[in-house]
């Protein structure tokens, strides 16, 4: 067997190996650890935002994980009024989301480590990879339905306080 034919046997080969080892992380993720977690499943509490305005509520789902923070509201097709989720992170820092399999408009209230939000991003762009950022430190970001920040009356510099009603 010539050098020419081994290395085309041996560059066959390697290919099939990729191959088959892409496919098989591939269908690891998708059907596998890719499926996403239940959202009943996640921790679930309160939070408070007060303001020039009356105290508005919302019932959160808690993303305290990493997984949890990942996955956020993916694949969810309707959110009821006042239900929202709330990102915890362990250290401020300038925020970045995007609505990747994200498929409603949410609007998103970075939250600085004191409590005030210090910025809303509204009606987000369902299933947008341009990332929305916070523009200063924020340790906690609020996602609520599309449009309801400005319908409520919610800003910038209100104070939103977290009560956690199940671990």
Request: charged letters at 20%; a positive charge; proline letters at 7%.
């Amino acid at each position: 067997m010539t050098h020419s034919v081994r290395a085309a046997r041996l560059g066959r080969f390697l290919l099939r190996s990729l191959l088959i080892t892409t496919c098989t992380l591939i269908t690891t993720r998708v059907l596998g650890d890719g499926l996403p977690e239940p959202l009943d499943r996640y921790p679930v509490g309160k939070v408070t935002v007060k303001g020039h305005h009356p105290d508005r509520e919302f019932s959160v789902w808690l993303a305290t994980t990493d997984a949890r923070r990942e996955q956020g509201l993916m694949f969810v097709k309707s959110l009821a009024p006042h239900q929202g989720m709330l990102f915890v992170f362990d250290q401020p820092d300038i925020l970045t989301f995007w609505m990747k399999n994200t498929y409603i408009p949410l609007d998103l209230l970075y939250i600085a480590p004191d409590g005030h939000v210090v910025r809303i991003a509204e009606n987000a762009t369902p299933l947008s990879l341009t990332g929305i950022p916070s523009g200063k430190p924020a340790s906690a970001v609020l996602e609520i339905g599309g449009g309801l920040a400005h319908s409520l009356g919610l800003t910038a510099g209100d104070q939103v306080v977290l009560a956690v009603s199940k671990p």
